[in-house]
């Protein structure tokens, strides 16, 4: 068992962008990978069972904070292109 490290400094992770479809969200994370920035995409949706619920929270493209910055500055340059 691997327990972590209570000194280990965990990057901070916060949601940038909220979709509602999960074509979108992956078209931004894949804009994002491209330039190097690590990101995921966030949603609850009971694994599919309930999609219903992705109209309430949506899905969520989640970056490390210190990358929130650049992140953005993509998105948007890729957004007026």
Known sequence: MITPDPDATQPDLVAIRTFTSASE????????????????????????????LLMSEGIRLVVRSEDAGRAEEVLTSEANE
């Open 25 to 52: 969200a992956g078209i931004a994370k894949g804009a994002l990978e491209a330039f190097g920035i690590d990101c995921m995409i966030s949603c609850d949706d009971c694994g599919g069972q309930r999609p219903s």
